[in-house]
């Protein structure tokens, strides 16, 4: 991280466009924000889009902006991003999805830097950094004809690869850190400090949603926490699941097999539970057992039930 923030201020000054690949949650759109906060430009705006999000039709207008009447819900002339960003950055997230008729446009503002609005006449010229992200390779996209290859070659002169977190496990320990003060601060909260076995299992884990992931389980740790010490009680049971085997046994001496074992079940249906975002059903399926004996089960053994988070 500390090369990356090294690069990140060497680059900064400069107009080159910036390609950021890595996983979800490295960290990218922080890397954005860096290079624009850096930059003589860090005084005007930065403006972020998510490419991915905005619904194809929308995404031109969005960008471009439109003349009142351009399409049947025109009603109002509107400004696009490029010129909102004017004079500052644009950052394109999720790029990789991008319509390919869209890059073409793209391009053109790259290389002109003028554009017009959608039926519009006059061009516009503007002054704006183009930083871009995704999740997915491009050069991979650019392979199998889903991305331009021109377009591509013009993005990617200067490139950050975002490790993801299982990649870097040294720097969980200042991450962990990091966010423990920020939200012990946020609570109004002495200073949370994590055991040495709840450090041990943030180490242990795979980290599938990178950085953002291992700041919501700190978020979690701190509103959670009655002491100042966040042990492995605190950390969600897919996070602590290497070490299933170390809650009942190592904190109570005399806890039967029995018990024990109950523990680990348990700790395994709340896992599954959570990553199937609380359908039972679909957690039964995954174990491979009737649905009736996955509810037995969460009743023998107390699992709380919680709301769905999201729908399925
Ligand atoms: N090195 C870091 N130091 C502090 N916080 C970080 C660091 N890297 C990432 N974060 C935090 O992790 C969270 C996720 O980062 P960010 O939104 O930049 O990821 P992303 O790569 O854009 O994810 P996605 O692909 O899902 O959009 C943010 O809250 C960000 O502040
Ligand atoms: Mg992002």
Redesign the pocket.
């Known amino acids: ?1 500390l090369r990356i923030f090294d690069t990140v201020a060497q680059i900064a000054p400069s107009r080159s466009t910036v390609l950021i690949q ?1 996983e ?7 890397i954005a924000k860096a290079v624009h906060a850096n930059s003589p430009r860090k005084e005007k705006p930065f403006v972020p889009v998510n490419t991915g999000a905005v619904p194809t039709d929308l995404l031109e207008s969005t960008l471009f902006g439109h003349v009142k009447g351009a399409f049947t819900s025109a009603v109002t002339a509107k400004k696009g991003l490029f010129e909102v960003a004017n004079g500052g950055t644009l950052f394109l ?1 999720e790029i990789g999805t991008m319509p390919l008729d869209t890059q073409a446009k793209i391009l053109r503002v790259l290389q002109d830097k003028r554009f017009m609005h959608l039926g519009g006449t006059q061009e516009i010229q503007v002054d704006v950094r183009i930083i871009t ?1 995704t ?1 997915v390779d491009l050069r991979q996209a650019v392979r199998e004809g889903k991305f331009r290859e021109d377009l591509f070659y013009r993005l990617d002169v200067i490139r950050f690869e ?1 490790p993801p977190l299982r990649a870097r496990r040294e720097d969980i320990p200042a ?1 962990a850190t ?1 966010f423990l003060r920020r939200y012990s601060d946020e609570n109004e909260l002495p200073m949370r400090t994590l055991s040495p076995e709840a450090l041990r299992a943030l180490m242990d884990y795979d980290w599938p949603g990178n ?2 992931e291992l ?1 919501n389980v700190m978020e979690r740790g701190v509103v959670l926490s009655t002491s100042q010490h966040i042990g492995l009680e605190l950390l969600p049971p897919h996070v602590t699941g290497k070490s299933y085997s170390s809650s009942l046994l190592e904190h109570s001496t005399n806890a039967s097999l029995f018990d024990i074992m109950e523990d680990i079940e348990r700790r395994i249906i709340i896992d599954k539970l959570e990553r199937c975002n609380w359908n039972q059903t679909e957690a039964a399926e995954q174990f491979r057992i009737p649905l009736s004996t996955l509810n037995q089960k969460i009743k023998r053994l107390s699992v709380e039930i919680k709301k769905r988070t999201r729908e399925a």
């Open positions: 991280m890595g979800s949650g490295t960290g990218k759109e922080l997230d992200a999740n975002l991450l990091h950085v953002r700041e």
